[in-house]
């Protein structure tokens, strides 16, 4: 499975690890992704989707739709 938020679309980064003594060696960010049963009102149900915390903390502030309408207008789709 996909390390990708269903809402935000955030994704693993990657960049160096730095070490005191200054070495450099390749390491990965993981999004902070959690399942979670969101409640959709314009449907009356809920949806069970694998959402990063930032984008939990969206929903809560703009709504659901809200939330589904903006990440799909960053990614472009």
Do not use: F
Request: hydrophobic content about 35%; some cysteine; glycine content about 10%.
């Amino acid at each position: 499975m996909a390390k990708v938020c269903a809402v935000s679309g955030k994704r693993p980064m990657s960049g160096n690890k730095r070490s005191h003594a200054n070495n450099k060696s390749r390491r990965r960010w993981e999004p902070n992704l959690q399942w979670k049963r969101i409640w959709v009102p314009s449907e009356g149900r809920w949806v069970r989707m694998r959402i990063s915390m930032h984008a939990l903390r969206t929903i809560g502030k703009i709504g659901y739709d809200a939330a589904m309408a903006k990440g799909s207008k960053q990614r472009g789709s």
